[in-house]
């Protein structure tokens, strides 16, 4: 079974550090017992580019981010650019995959299925859209982002759900390139605000059940 910790409110530079620190001891023990790690947190307003980003899908340039407090960081994860902010749900399952299943494309799907079983619970249909990674209403709608690292069969980054977040500052982005889709949010869709404890209970929940 995975530890848990919850690492609060965090900028997104140091959690990616923590994460790095985190890989490299499960590395250096994996022979001896599962030492995986699931992250809690949020970050301050950012905008990560990933090892496929394009700056086109960026829509302001750098001073004018920093002019609104958001900052810009690139990143090695997979995928294109995304946005991350206070009161979005962000899931850093850092898995030795050699404990579970030495397969990266079953753990996106696995990752995704925790998604949609965390929202059903609030009466939301998610589902996946041919050919993008992440959860989706209507096949319209994107509430949950996801985007990962792997080496030596250990993860990084992960998801992040939208939950209570200021939706508009995704304006200043195409998220992850795609132009014709909508961005949305759990806050958004039901019309109420979500109670972030609870939220992150039923996600440990689903979660425990699917990487036992």
Same mark, same amino acid.
């Given at each position: ?16 550090? !923590? ?22 947190? =949020? ?6 580019? *990933? ?8 829509? @302001?340039? =750098? ?14 994860? &997979? &995928? ?14 850092? @898995? /030795? ?16 299925? $925790? ?10 249909? *998610? ?6 990674? &992440? ?5 319209? !709608?994107?509430? $949950? ?12 980054? &992960? @998801? ?5 977040? /200021? ?20 806050? #958004? ?5 979500? /109670? ?12 425990? #059940?699917? @990487?036992?």
């Amino acid at each position: 079974m995975f530890k848990i910790q919850d690492w609060g409110l965090i900028p997104y530079i140091e959690s990616s550090e !923590r994460q790095k620190n985190i890989s490299q001891n499960i590395l250096a023990n994996r022979e001896q017992n599962n030492n995986s790690v699931f992250v809690l947190c =949020e970050h301050p307003s950012v905008i990560t580019i *990933g090892k496929s980003g394009s700056l086109d899908n960026i829509l @302001f340039d =750098e001073e004018t981010l920093n002019s609104k407090n958001i900052q810009l960081s690139y990143t090695n994860r &997979g &995928g294109d650019v995304t946005l991350h902010n206070p009161k979005q749900l962000i899931g850093y399952p850092i @898995f /030795d995959l050699t404990y579970y299943k030495t397969d990266l494309h079953w753990f996106l799907r696995e990752i995704e299925e $925790c998604i949609i079983e965390v929202i059903a619970e609030y009466g939301l249909k *998610g589902g996946r859209v041919d050919g993008l990674t &992440g959860v989706w209403l209507e096949n319209e !709608r994107k509430i $949950c982002a996801i985007g990962l690292h792997c080496s030596r069969w250990i993860t990084s980054h &992960g @998801f992040a759900l939208n939950v209570n977040n /200021d939706l508009s500052e995704f304006e200043n982005i195409i998220p992850c390139g795609i132009k014709e889709k909508q961005v949305t949010s759990l806050e #958004k869709e039901l019309n109420h605000t979500i /109670d972030m404890i609870e939220l992150k209970s039923e996600i440990l929940s689903v979660f425990k #059940k699917h @990487f036992v």
